[in-house]
């Protein structure tokens, strides 16, 4: 959808899962072998809870973006709270970091990335597309960590020729 680089470590598993819905076209990357494959999922209910974290990923990114979140989407902590995760202690520099306590449920590393950035300050940086007909999860690399758009030359454009057109048509 845009031209952006991947998001930082573990969130670019986060950004890849969020964009495996296209929301303009209606197509769904989970639809097909193909799609599952960078997740590890088999097809049934892996991939109907795949959808439902999914979902609540994009509310958190939305919202990191100042969007109001899609409220059918399950609360996010409540799905992450059944992740089981291990502290791993490095034996050369003695650094800690949460590891999945295996590593093939994509809930289990999904947390492991979100801890990842939590504690990288970049979490916050996962956003989603401020246009209600994308909503695609983009890594906010700007300054300020205000950008609105997945694709200024798209969605940016159309937002601001809207505004544009609403302020010059005539009112009645």
Not at 150 to 162: H, L, N, P, T, Y
Request: aromatic share 4%; charged share 20%; net charge positive.
């Amino acid at each position: 959808m845009n031209d952006r680089a991947p998001a930082p470590g573990g969130l670019a598993l986060i950004q890849a899962l969020v964009n495996t819905l296209d929301l303009e076209s209606g197509t769904d990357a989970l639809d097909t072998a193909e799609g599952r494959a960078p997740f590890a999922l088999a097809p049934g209910t892996e991939v109907t809870s795949a959808r439902e974290l999914r979902e609540s990923l994009r509310a958190a990114c939305l919202a990191h973006a100042g969007h109001a979140p899609n409220t059918d989407a399950p609360p996010l902590g409540q799905l992450l709270a059944q992740a089981p995760l291990l502290v791993r202690i490095s034996p050369t520099d003695g650094s800690a970091s949460l590891t999945p306590a295996d590593p093939a449920p994509l809930l289990s590393r999904v947390a492991a990335a979100i801890a990842e950035g939590a504690a990288a300050g970049t979490w916050s940086r996962l956003k989603a597309c401020e246009a209600p007909d994308c909503h695609w999860a983009y890594y906010d690399r700007s300054p300020a960590g205000r950008s609105r758009w997945c694709d200024m030359g798209v969605c940016g454009s159309r937002a601001k020729m809207r505004a544009y057109r609403a302020r010059k048509s005539p009112r009645p």
